[in-house]
Nanobody
Framework: QVQLVESGGGLVQAGGSLILSCAAS????????MGWFRQAPGKEREIVAA????????YYADFVKGRFTISRDNAKRTVYLQMNSLKPEDTAVYYC?????????????????WGPGTQVTVSA
C-alpha cells in the first residue's frame, strides 16, 4: 500500500511556471508507475503525464507536450511535474496516482492509489 500527498499548487499568471511534487509513503515506491491527472470543474479526470517504474519511460497528453515534464526520484519517493508556459485552461485540481499496471498506465482505472489533489489556478 502507498499513501500520496501532492504539494506545489497555487495561483500563477498565464505564461508562468509551477512545480508540483507528490510524496509517497512506504518502501515500495519504485514498484509503481506514477501518473499526474487533473480535473477541472464539470469535467472528468484526465491524464496529464505518466512515468513507468521500470525504465522511467514517460507519457504526455497532447495538450501538455513541450510544456510539462514528469520525473521521479525513487530515493526520495517523490514524483514531480514541472509545468511551464501555463495557460488558463490548465486550471484544475491536479492529482498524482500510483499504478501497478503492466503498461505505463494512462487511464484512471489503471491507478489504485490517489492523493487528495492540489489546486492549480492560472489567471489570464
Amino acid at each position: 500500500q502507498v499513501q500520496l500527498v501532492e504539494s506545489g499548487g497555487g495561483l500563477v499568471q498565464a505564461g508562468g511556471s509551477l512545480i508540483l511534487s507528490c510524496a509517497a509513503s512506504g518502501r515500495t515506491f519504485s514498484s509503481y508507475n506514477m501518473g499526474w491527472f487533473r480535473q477541472a470543474p464539470g469535467k472528468e479526470r484526465e491524464i496529464v503525464a505518466a512515468i513507468r517504474r521500470t525504465d522511467a519511460t514517460t507519457y504526455y497528453a497532447d495538450f501538455v507536450k513541450g510544456r510539462f515534464t514528469i520525473s521521479r526520484d525513487n530515493a526520495k519517493r517523490t514524483v514531480y511535474l514541472q509545468m511551464n508556459s501555463l495557460k488558463p485552461e490548465d486550471t484544475a485540481v491536479y492529482y498524482c496516482g500510483a499504478s501497478t499496471s503492466i503498461g505505463i498506465g494512462t487511464r484512471n482505472y489503471d491507478y489504485r492509489y490517489w492523493g487528495p489533489g492540489t489546486q492549480v489556478t492560472v489567471s489570464a
